[in-house]
């Protein structure tokens, strides 16, 4: 059976004033199911293309923060106390911070967790590259 999911790609941007960006991975909801989850990978290198003075250990603490509200539990503060379709809402709210999600998208699958391990994959690498995309989560904080 095919239930509705929502995803949102994670992105950080190092500098909010200029608005560039590199995904880093995608986040998706399915209410039916309960399901929430992540899949990020960070490639340092295209950060430091953007900024080469932001320091990666910083943006993996927020991926870290990010990823525990994702989850849930005492561990992430209050948030973490939410119900998953709350934590999603409160994830892909508009902010101007380094770790900000895209506009929340829509589709439907009868697998959640193999819908993620596909989008990360189709949208966790660079445009115009070719051959199979990096693993997921082979980086993630």
């Given at each position: 059976?095919?239930?509705?999911?929502?995803?949102?790609?994670?992105r950080i941007v190092p500098?909010?004033?200029?608005?560039?960006?590199v995904n880093v991975g995608v986040m998706l909801y399915c209410q039916r199911s309960r399901y929430l989850d992540l899949r990020c990978r960070l490639d340092e290198g295209r950060l430091g293309v953007l900024d080469p003075y932001l320091d990666p250990a910083v943006v993996v603490a927020h991926l870290a923060a990010f990823r525990a509200v994702c989850c849930g539990g005492e561990q992430?503060?209050?948030?973490?106390?939410?119900t998953a379709g709350e934590r999603f809402r409160w994830?892909?709210?508009?902010?101007?911070?380094?770790?900000?999600t895209s506009p929340v998208h829509t589709g439907l699958t009868g697998?959640?967790?193999?819908?993620?391990?596909?989008?990360?994959?189709?949208l966790g690498r660079p445009a115009g590259t070719a051959g199979p995309p990096p693993a997921p989560d082979s980086a993630t904080p």
């Amino acid at each position: 059976m095919r239930e509705l999911f929502e995803y949102a790609v994670i992105r950080i941007v190092p500098r909010v004033e200029r608005g560039e960006f590199v995904n880093v991975g995608v986040m998706l909801y399915c209410q039916r199911s309960r399901y929430l989850d992540l899949r990020c990978r960070l490639d340092e290198g295209r950060l430091g293309v953007l900024d080469p003075y932001l320091d990666p250990a910083v943006v993996v603490a927020h991926l870290a923060a990010f990823r525990a509200v994702c989850c849930g539990g005492e561990q992430a503060g209050p948030a973490g106390r939410l119900t998953a379709g709350e934590r999603f809402r409160w994830l892909t709210a508009p902010r101007s911070t380094v770790v900000q999600t895209s506009p929340v998208h829509t589709g439907l699958t009868g697998d959640p967790e193999a819908e993620l391990d596909r989008l990360a994959a189709l949208l966790g690498r660079p445009a115009g590259t070719a051959g199979p995309p990096p693993a997921p989560d082979s980086a993630t904080p």
